[in-house]
C-alpha cells in the first residue's frame, strides 16, 4: 500500500536548522509530487510548499521563502524539507503528504504521520 | 491568497443524526476542493475531492456538494468514529485550507 514514513521528533534551539525526511513506497516516486504542510500545537493547517519529485521543480509559499529548501532523492524514494532560522513560532508537526490532481495545484493523500519539531531555548 | 473559512467552529451532534458543515472561498475555486478528517495525535486523512467524489474507502455516509464559493460536508449518520476535526483545502491556486469544524458528541 502507498504509505510515506517520516523521521522522528527534533528539538532545535532558536536560530538552528532542522531536516525532516519523508520516505515513500508503494508507488512510483517520480510519477507523483510531494507537499508539506504543518501544524502548530492546537492550530490548523498551513501548507509550506511542494516538489516535483519528477524533474525536482518546487513553489513555497510566500512567508517561508528563503528559511525553506525542499529537495528529493529519487534512488531511494525520500523527499526532504529543510527549515532554517528557526524561531519559537515554527513549532509545529510537520507532515509530508503525496499530491493528487494536476500539478501543481494539489490535494493531498495519503499524509505522512507527522514530525513534531519543537523550537526552544 | 485565496481564504477559506469554516463554520461552525464547533458542532455539537448526538449519534446517528446528520451533521452538516460549511466552507465559503473568498474567491471562487469551481470544483477544486477537498475535504479530510483529523482525529487526535492522527495525520489528516482524505474524505473528498473534486468537491464531491468520495476518496478510497469512505463510507457512503460522507457526501460533498458545492462550486464555487460555497460548499458542504455533510455526514448523514454520525457514528462515534467519525467525532474528529474536518477541514477543507482549495487547490484552485496554491493549496489554503479552513481553520476546521470540531465534531463532538452533543
Known amino acids: 500500500q502507498v504509505q510515506l514514513v517520516q523521521s522522528g521528533a527534533e528539538v532545535k534551539k532558536p536560530g538552528a536548522s532542522v531536516k525532516v525526511s519523508c520516505k515513500a513506497s508503494g508507488y512510483t516516486f517520480t510519477s507523483y509530487g510531494i507537499s508539506w504542510v504543518r501544524q502548530a500545537p492546537g492550530q490548523g493547517l498551513e501548507w509550506m510548499g511542494w516538489i516535483s519529485a519528477y524533474n525536482g521543480n518546487t513553489n513555497y509559499a510566500q512567508k517561508l521563502q528563503g528559511r525553506v529548501t525542499m529537495t528529493t532523492d529519487t534512488s531511494t524514494s525520500t523527499a526532504y524539507m529543510e527549515l532554517r532560522s528557526l524561531r519559537s513560532d515554527d513549532t509545529a508537526v510537520y507532515y509530508c503528504?503525496?499530491?493528487?490532481?494536476?500539478?501543481?495545484?494539489?490535494?493531498?493523500?495519503?499524509w505522512g504521520q507527522g514530525t513534531l519539531v519543537t523550537v526552544s531555548s | 491568497e485565496i481564504v477559506m473559512t469554516q463554520s461552525p467552529a464547533t458542532l455539537s451532534v448526538s449519534p446517528g443524526e446528520r451533521a452538516t458543515l460549511s466552507c465559503r472561498a473568498s474567491?471562487?475555486?469551481?470544483?477544486?476542493l477537498a475535504w479530510y478528517q483529523q482525529k487526535p495525535g492522527q495525520a489528516p486523512r482524505l474524505l473528498i475531492y473534486?468537491?464531491?467524489t468520495r476518496a478510497t474507502g469512505i463510507p457512503a455516509r460522507f457526501s460533498g456538494s458545492g462550486s464555487g464559493t460555497e460548499f458542504t460536508l455533510t455526514i448523514s449518520s454520525l457514528q462515534s468514529e467519525d467525532f474528529a476535526v474536518y477541514y477543507c483545502q482549495q487547490y484552485n491556486n496554491w493549496p489554503t485550507f479552513g481553520g476546521g469544524t470540531k465534531v463532538e458528541i452533543k
Open positions: 473534486g468537491a464531491s
Open positions: 503528504a503525496r499530491d493528487r490532481g494536476l500539478p501543481p495545484y494539489n490535494w493531498f493523500d495519503p
Open positions: 474567491q471562487s475555486v469551481s470544483s477544486n
